[in-house]
């Protein structure tokens, strides 16, 4: 029986706790070779479970087909890719200084690496059902780094998890693990979670959702007797600056490049682009109206529930009834309930600077193109942004290298800078950083996405003058494995030969 | 004038804070060979200051001269390898994945590297004038980095701070750089600092202090609308783990080594051992009684002022004043008020376990011995203790290797393990770390010692689809400055070659 307990009490809590902190002294002492191995055990699980748990996941999430495919294969991906990384062992940021008996005083031998920090509760997602979700990036990241996992299941697809929980329960059985290292949990709502926020046993909190509920789990995390780090990834209105030359010259593949990523999805990816950002002039004009010739073909797609497409429909409502917003274009609507239509609105930027609410996410197939009144204006917009997972320049050379204060203010107010593309698609590989400055996450210096997303799971432990037959094998002189260390300050593949 | 304040106003606060942003503006691009030229000229200005400035840390900390002789000599050593770890660039993180065309959908160019937070707000510390105050480990990481720095002097050495600040300000104007990238600050109170903290344009904060005044730090920055990272070093109690065999071989010496840490610098450094367990057995009480022997040989030292004397003496009081905990030694008694003298006490493991007010630091020369009923206790000891700066274990290679699952509960609680040595005397080298588990430190994943300090105050920024000439000179191509990079998850030091 997965489906552990509908509400979690306090008593439901400190059990699966005390049973994710048991599996943890086991787990945190498995060599890299078992983590990668479990990890690529769970991706061949999902992959044989074929498409009864894609047509579960369409039912729960309203996603087509190959969406979900497509996602489930980056799922695969992502685990097979970081247990690579985890067998590498880069992120365990090993360092060596050998001692030096002859200093006065004599200078002890000290050794450093990475250790995991305990037990790791994981909110599922909803707009992701696999690949931030029950054995998603921050599953994935948490095994690697020698972390028990429990994973809180979204309301919105229980199933599609529960499926996805068998799937590494029978992984840990197939690779002779204790079953506890991870648990699987259904609870209704954030505030259910809070008893498994603030238990003491709890070392870490990975979140993928909206801001109100991601800043509610920050602030419990950091109201305990002592308090954890949380990895929240709370969306992003992913601006877009279009530069005059470059509009000039593209305005209609621009505008075309643009209906598609907004719509991606029916505009439910965290790096939508929300609000583009243009000089007024005629090039602009342009864009805007061949923008709206794309939006309007458009036909309405169903959102992941009700719920989300009635929050995008208000939202969408307060936004264009704020005063000076211009409906520009909508999309065909939808026959359904929870049919999202897309939706492309224009206003001045003053207004823009003046109205804190055009500045907030629309979560959803709506942009907001902002018409700023000159280069000036639009550099005084980059400096007052909040922070964004995503910021996309759309420019020539020549612009990008005559405007760095500019290039300066956008690169400090996000994660990532697209030059000349689209927010949308997140690449995973090691250089890709998802995580932007308050509020797209709540942690800046941490990505979820990429191999790097494990050290979000770890910490550095010193080891001062251990013999080397007692260091962990990746501290010890001979380095059989081949890891990256720094010794005496120099990066080595090698063995440490010790002097003396 | 350098002494800007003597209580932060609003108005203060916002002038302070927005020359800081405008310097930022220019400091954060300026290239690392910059960065560490400053550095190193504030090295050579420190040391100029020649014995003047230590009479004046003499008169304000009553440290004895050895000792800050000493430790501004780590100050100097610390911004010059700091500057060579910013120039080495290790610290930057930089990823590189070249794009592949073919692919579908075609995989983009993305390169990553660590950029600057920002404004960084820096409280010196009462114990170390130089090493942890105007120009010490956070002020030189924050300027590796890449951050400008805004001091708030310490009230207890306020003439020492403006003689270090003036340096700063010299080497300022020796390297050609806008004086604001450094700000001098006087402010009485801990509150006085609030400001500051909540200031829109601090992006970080370095501290080192008392419990107390960490976490309101802490609580601040972190009620913020846009909560930033504070790095609060905090304190530690350091506890000693002897085990039966090695304490039998060696009682005699170990008592000597301990009496040394226990009272090094009137014990008031934050790796000071404060509590020392082991299993009840004739040879503890060999321990105790030779332990004994040598503190109360030992002189009352003056302590860094009256109000730290004062605290000292009432929280040993207080803790002297438990049940069952007995008195083993006294040092000799001081003639002034601020002296410090030396206390040993012991209690056993079951009244540790149930009385908290034990378990917490007593800052100054005290330390107390836990009469453990046996090893399970001691287990049991190891799992409850609040995180550490540091843990030391005396055992025997058989010992540690007999003794896993206490190892693992040790190395959970701690950030530096040291075995068969003393926690005091910090290396200042890349292996160190210095921040253990709260409430040691607020951020067990980042330290305040060692160059891998500048990964405080800088975080991760992808660029995705930038041309070679338009990127950030360390993740371009060529790569003349022969830095370590990942190029397709293989570490280079070579250029980037890209197919087709």
């Known amino acids: 029986m997965i489906r552990?307990?509908?509400?979690?009490?306090?008593?439901?809590?400190?059990?699966?706790?005390?049973?994710?902190?048991?599996?943890?002294?086991?787990?945190?002492?498995?060599?890299?070779?078992e983590r990668a191995g479990l990890m690529r055990e769970i991706a061949r699980g999902l992959d044989s479970l074929g498409d009864e748990i894609i047509r579960t996941a369409m039912r729960e999430t309203n996603l087509p087909e190959a969406r979900l495919k497509g996602e489930r294969a980056r799922t695969i991906f992502q685990l097979n890719n970081y247990a690579d990384a985890c067998e590498r062992g880069d992120w365990m940021e090993l360092r060596i200084d050998t001692p030096d008996d002859k200093r006065i005083p004599?200078?002890?031998?000290?050794?450093?690496?990475?250790?995991?920090?305990?037990?790791?509760?994981?909110?599922?997602?909803?707009?992701?059902?696999?690949?931030?979700?029950?054995?998603?990036?921050?599953?994935?990241?948490?095994?690697?780094?020698?972390?028990?996992?429990?994973?809180?299941?979204?309301?919105?697809?229980?199933?599609?998890?529960?499926?996805?929980?068998?799937?590494?329960?029978?992984?840990?059985?197939?690779?002779?693990?204790?079953?506890d290292i991870f648990i699987h949990v259904h609870a209704e709502s954030l505030e259910d979670g809070r008893a498994l926020v603030t238990h003491p046993r709890t070392r870490a909190v990975g979140f993928t959702g909206s801001h109100t509920a991601g800043r509610s789990i920050f602030d419990w995390a950091?109201?305990?007797?002592?308090?954890?780090?949380?990895?929240?990834?709370?969306?992003?209105?992913?601006?877009?600056?279009?530069?005059?030359?470059?509009?000039s010259e593209d305005a209609q593949e621009i505008a075309k490049m643009y209906s598609g990523s907004i719509t991606l999805g029916v505009g439910q990816f965290c790096t939508n682009p929300g609000l583009i950002f243009g000089v007024d002039s005629s090039a602009l004009d342009h864009f805007i109206q061949h923008l709206s010739e794309w939006i309007s073909k458009t036909p309405a797609g169903p959102m992941l529930h009700a719920g989300i497409?009635?929050?995008?429909?208000?939202?969408?409502?307060?936004?264009?009834?704020?005063?000076?917003?211009?409906?520009?274009?909508?999309?065909?609507?939808?026959?359904?309930?929870?049919?999202?239509?897309?939706?492309?609105?224009?206003?001045?930027?003053?207004?823009?600077?003046?109205?804190?609410?055009?500045?907030?996410?629309?979560?959803?197939?709506?942009?907001?193109?902002?018409?700023?009144?000159?280069?000036?204006?639009?550099?005084?917009?980059?400096?007052?942004?909040?922070?964004q997972l995503t910021c996309t320049v759309m420019g020539t050379n020549d612009e990008?290298?005559?405007?760095?204060?500019?290039?300066?203010?956008?690169?400090?107010?996000c994660g990532r800078l697209v030059l000349n593309g689209v927010p949308t698609g997140v690449e995973v590989c090691l250089s890709m950083h998802h995580g932007g400055p308050y509020p797209s996450?709540?942690?800046?210096?941490?990505?979820?996405?990429?191999?790097?997303?494990?050290?979000?799971?770890?910490?550095?432990?010193?080891?001062?003058?251990?013999?080397?037959?007692?260091?962990?094998?990746?501290?010890?002189?001979?380095?059989?494995?081949?890891?990256?260390?720094?010794?005496?300050?120099?990066?080595?593949?090698?063995?440490?030969?010790?002097?003396?």
């Open 309 to 387: 497409a009635r929050a995008y429909a208000a939202k969408m409502a307060a936004a264009l009834d704020q005063s000076d917003v211009k409906l520009a274009a909508t999309g065909l609507s939808g026959t359904e309930e929870l049919h999202g239509t897309a939706t492309i609105a224009t206003v001045d930027g003053d207004t823009f600077l003046s109205n804190p609410l055009l500045h907030q996410e629309v979560f959803g197939p709506f942009s907001l193109v902002i018409r700023c009144r000159d280069a000036a204006q639009m550099l005084r917009i980059a400096v007052e942004l909040e922070g």
């Open 400 to 413: 990008i290298a005559h405007h760095p204060a500019l290039m300066a203010a956008i690169a400090d107010r």
């Open 106 to 179: 004599a200078k002890p031998d000290i050794r450093k690496m990475m250790v995991p920090l305990g037990p790791v509760l994981v909110y599922g997602a909803s707009n992701f059902p696999f690949a931030y979700s029950t054995a998603g990036g921050d599953t994935a990241c948490a095994l690697a780094a020698g972390c028990t996992v429990v994973v809180k299941a979204h309301p919105a697809h229980p199933d599609t998890s529960d499926a996805v929980a068998t799937c590494i329960r029978q992984a840990l059985v197939a690779c002779g693990l204790p079953e």
């Open 4 to 33: 552990e307990t509908d509400s979690i009490d306090m008593q439901a809590t400190d059990r699966i706790m005390e049973r994710s902190w048991a599996a943890w002294q086991d787990y945190r002492l498995r060599p890299l070779s």
């Open 441 to 500: 996450s709540t942690d800046a210096r941490f990505s979820s996405v990429g191999a790097d997303g494990i050290k979000r799971f770890a910490r550095p432990l010193s080891y001062q003058q251990w013999p080397d037959e007692l260091l962990p094998d990746a501290l010890k002189n001979a380095n059989p494995m081949g890891y990256l260390r720094v010794i005496d300050n120099e990066a080595s593949t090698g063995p440490v030969t010790l002097l003396g």
């Open 222 to 247: 950091n109201g305990r007797k002592d308090p954890i780090p949380v990895f929240a990834e709370m969306g992003s209105v992913n601006p877009v600056f279009l530069l005059p030359e470059k509009l």
